[in-house]
T-cell receptor, first 117, second 114 residues
Framework: GAVVSQHPSWVICKSGTSVKIECRSL??????MFWYRQFPKQSLMLMAT?????????EQGVEKDKFLINHASLTLSTLTVTSAHPEDSSFYIC?????????????FGPGTRLTVL | AQSVTQPDIHITVSEGASLELRCNYSYGATPYLFWYVQSPGQGLQLLLKYFSGDTLVQGIKGFEAEFKRSQSSFNLRKPSVHWSDAAEYFC????????????FGSGTRLLVRP
């Protein structure tokens, strides 16, 4: 099956710094990728839709200036948490539906655990 | 608005016992429905999906789910649970706007007694 990777798998940073998380589709192209946030023992909350070649679409309540998304190619999307604070500590997961596959399936990355001190 | 409800936060079953995890959805048309499993600290793995056709869907790891339109349900079942099935299970529905978004339920944590 298709594989989505995320890097790093975990990161610890100081408050006020920025952190970049990469999401890659390893063996398929994805014009769209999704970024989710998951707090402990909670469900996945969609943060934004990353669109290759255009601006990301953010869900209501998500600060676009704080969570910068760049979809640089058909296999790479990045999420940058700017000026991170302890409340941004969470598990971030990306997913991607293969291009041209319709609604067949989304493939999820293994997640990135962010801890802000 | 679309929504997914998983009424059980936790379920505990004995190893070898049968399992049913409940999922109800709110949707205006025939939905795309999914069940995912998440082990601690991991991403999500697709167990099975329903798009159309046979309402009883077979998935991986011995799981199955049945789509019941009249009850707006898509319950997940397994006849005999293994200790390795202990995990968090999420039901999801595909957004109807062709955006490929998934709307997740709150999840059900499965605990397996030896």
């Amino acid at each position: 099956g298709a594989v989505v990777s995320q890097h790093p798998s975990w990161v610890i940073c100081k408050s006020g710094t920025s952190v970049k998380i990469e999401c890659r589709s390893l063996d398929f192209q994805a014009t769209t990728m999704f970024w989710y946030r998951q707090f402990p023992k909670q469900s996945l909350m969609l943060m934004a839709t990353s669109n290759e070649g255009s601006k990301a679409t953010y869900e209501q309540g998500v600060e676009k200036d704080k969570f910068l998304i760049n979809h640089a190619s058909l296999t790479l999307s990045t999420l940058t948490v700017t000026s991170a604070h302890p409340e941004d500590s969470s598990f971030y997961i990306c997913s991607a539906p293969p291009r041209l596959a319709g609604y067949n399936e989304q493939f999820f990355g293994p997640g990135t655990r962010l801890t802000v001190l | 608005a679309q929504s997914v409800t998983q009424p059980d936060i936790h379920i505990t079953v004995s190893e070898g016992a049968s399992l049913e995890l409940r999922c109800n959805y709110s949707y205006g048309a025939t939905p795309y429905l999914f069940w995912y499993v998440q082990s601690p600290g991991q991403g999500l793995q697709l167990l099975l999906k329903y798009f159309s056709g046979d309402t009883l869907v077979q998935g991986i790891k011995g799981f199955e789910a049945e789509f019941k339109r009249s009850q707006s349900s898509f319950n997940l079942r397994k006849p005999s649970v293994h200790w390795s099935d202990a995990a968090e299970y999420f039901c999801a529905v595909g957004a109807m706007d062709s955006s490929y978004k998934l709307i997740f339920g709150s999840g059900t944590r499965l605990l397996v007694r030896p």
